[in-house]
């Protein structure tokens, strides 16, 4: 599908071609990115830093709302420590060339270290690990079984098991506590890259851990600022000791300008805002559990879940352009995408924010009970012809 440019959005709406639409895409899961004190953080800070450091943080660029951000951000996961980085991407790109250096492995062991990768993790963990020199292999999507089997081919070498928390191209959630029960106690680190689950899952929303209300001192945690938090960046929370290896060995981090420091500022408060308004959280647990169950109910293949990313696809690519094109009619917007790692080359990525109040969701599901009857013809000629 072709992209669009959207002029002007809301938490919960887009405008398109001058139209506003309620929106069920992208990341924005809180709502964080619109809500006013987040806005006028961003606004406050501007009186006192400018847009960016211009410099990376081991040389000239490092400002105080880095330091407490990272301080704060520890803090919130229940993490001894943070390091920032420009994006998500980078995040698992920076982890990656650190757990690369023997330093980061206490107990030594063969080398290359071995990364076990779900096979539908996103590109930037396989970028990372292959970048950084890892042998990579690979382990049935959700399944820790399968991980098992991958690891025990491996007992004498640093083993990394990588997998997203909640995958955003399908809203899996990843087995975490079957995870660590697959891996050796020494040697052996199990990555998380919580993108979509970080504000988003477990009661104060910090994420696929919490979800599983597991903590361990196994787990290393990567994740963007740009989804949930609502606001630019990427961090690494994980033991003080890996995160100074983090800062003295990942070439990322020393090379590149960081995150700007008014957006730090801004994340410190985002990350406030969401212990003050804690039913932030549970707004979104409620949306989701609507959805879900109304989408089910209509014969959509959705399943019970408490993440807010649902994906579906329908009989054909035809009636799949045609539906979306009957819910742009009604002024929805649901992103019909071809992004890797879905359950089709092309599917309906539908994700629920906070912010969607009961009205719009009414309007949604109204929207999709008429497009799917005003679309069931071509369901039966795509039967027909299959
Ligand atoms: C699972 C996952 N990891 C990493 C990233 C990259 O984060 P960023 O956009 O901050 O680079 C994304 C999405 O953008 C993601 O979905």
Redesign the pocket.
């Known amino acids: 599908m072709p992209r669009i440019p959207i002029a002007a959005n809301t938490a919960s709406t887009v405008t398109i071609n001058g139209r506003d639409l309620v929106a069920f895409g992208g990341c924005n899961y809180l709502g964080l990115g619109h809500h006013p004190d987040v806005k006028a953080s961003v606004v406050r800070a501007m009186d006192y830093l400018g847009l960016t450091t211009s410099a990376s943080r081991e040389t000239s660029g490092n400002t105080l709302e880095h330091e407490l951000l990272e301080a704060e951000l520890a803090q919130f996961l229940g993490m001894e420590a943070s390091i920032l980085m420009p994006?998500?991407?980078t995040a698992?790109l920076a982890l990656a060339q650190a757990l690369a250096a023997p330093e980061a492995w206490p107990a030594g062991g063969g080398d290359p270290p071995v990364a076990v990768i779900d096979e539908k993790s996103?590109r930037?963990i396989r970028n990372a690990v292959e970048a950084s020199g890892f042998e990579v292999a690979d382990f049935e999507h959700l399944s820790a079984a399968d991980a098992m089997r991958v690891i025990r081919r491996h007992t004498d070498r640093r083993v990394c098991v990588w997998t997203?928390g909640v995958f955003?191209a399908d809203g899996a959630i990843a087995p975490l506590p079957g995870l660590l029960a697959a891996m050796p106690r020494n040697n052996a680190l199990l990555v998380v890259?919580d993108?979509?689950g970080f504000c988003v899952l477990g009661t104060r929303g910090r994420g696929t851990c919490e979800h599983f209300g597991i903590s361990d001192p196994r787990i290393l945690w990567t994740s963007?600022l740009?989804k949930g938090l609502g606001c630019y960046g990427?961090a690494v929370a994980s033991s003080r000791r890996l995160i100074g290896v983090v800062r003295d060995h990942a070439g990322i981090y020393k090379g590149t300008t960081p995150v700007p420091p008014i957006l730090a500022h801004a994340a410190r408060e985002a990350l406030r805002v969401i212990d003050r308004e804690a039913d932030l959280v549970s707004r979104l647990e409620a949306n989701v559990r609507r959805i879900r169950r109304s989408l089910a109910a209509m014969g959509l293949p959705v399943e019970d879940s408490p993440s807010p990313v649902m994906t579906f696809v329908l009989d054909s690519a035809e009636r799949m352009r045609s539906f979306y094109d009957r819910l742009i009619a009604q002024d929805v917007f649901i992103p019909l995408i071809d992004y890797p790692n879905g359950p089709a080359p092309l599917y309906f990525r539908l994700s629920v924010c906070a912010m969607h109040s009961p009205g719009q969701i009414d309007h949604l599901l109204r929207s999709l009970e008429t497009a799917l009857a005003d679309t069931a013809s071509l369901a039966c000629q795509a039967r027909a012809a299959g």
Request: proline residues 0%.
């Open positions: 994006e998500g991407y698992n996103h930037s997203d955003a890259d993108c979509h963007t740009a990427g």
